[in-house]
């Protein structure tokens, strides 16, 4: 995959001629597909739920921007499986979780505002209030209690040192990999010599 994307990223973009040693990370991920024959790239990728044995329903196919209906298709499948009279699920009428209970423009607006005078750069700032929500708060009360918390991460990306802190304690981290990959993407945006003091940080908050 990382040939074919490098072959024709510089089939297209002349005079880059990038390589291997010009890729920062990677990731791949697994999607159930039909039991077909042929390449996989030319099997249907539209979501299905089937019924192979009674009682047993699975998901094929599907993408992550429709997983919230899908799985709103999943659970009244479920209930009408064992026979239980349910409306139907009421999921898309949920607000999602962390979403503020004001308009977007205002809720950015105070994060802007608030940010500003605790000393974190507006880029940080927004990119907080996007990824955090209503729970950006808890984020700023640690940089008004650690001030040095507001400073980047690294210069040229826009995570802040809180970031780090409040992902290892109170989003469930359990490794490094859990604080720099899947909270702050860190291990996809840096390579990896940047990533060792990283390391023992996290470590250090989660007490690993």
């Not at 994307?5 to 002349?14: K, M, P, Q, T």
């Not at 699920?89 to 809720?107: E, H, I, K, L, M």
């Not at 940010?115 to 750069?121: H, N």
């Amino acid at each position: 995959d990382i040939d074919y994307l490098l072959r024709n990223a510089n089939s297209v973009l002349v005079g880059l001629e990038w390589t291997r040693a010009d890729v920062i990370s990677c990731f791949a991920g697994l999607r159930t597909l039909r039991n077909k024959q042929g390449k996989a790239s030319s099997i249907s990728r539209d979501w299905k739920l089937e019924e192979p044995e009674p009682g047993l329903l699975v998901p094929i196919g599907g993408k992550l921007t429709s997983a919230r209906a899908d799985a709103a298709e999943m659970i009244d499948a479920v209930f009408v499986s064992l026979k239980r009279s349910t409306p139907p699920c009421v999921t898309g009428a949920q607000p999602f979780p962390w979403c503020p209970s004001v308009d977007w423009p205002y809720f950015l607006l105070g994060c802007l505002n608030r940010a500003r005078k605790l000393g974190l750069d507006p880029e940080c700032a927004q990119n907080m209030a996007e990824r955090f929500g209503q729970q950006v708060e808890k984020v700023f009360a640690l940089i008004e209690a650690q001030p040095e918390l507001a400073a980047r991460i690294i210069e040229d990306l826009p995570f802040c040192q809180a970031e780090l802190e409040y992902s290892a304690q109170h989003e469930m981290a359990q490794t490094v990999d859990d604080v720099l990959r899947r909270r702050v993407p860190l291990q996809l945006l840096v390579r990896s010599e940047q990533l060792v003091q990283l390391h023992r940080q996290v470590a250090g908050y989660l007490g690993v």
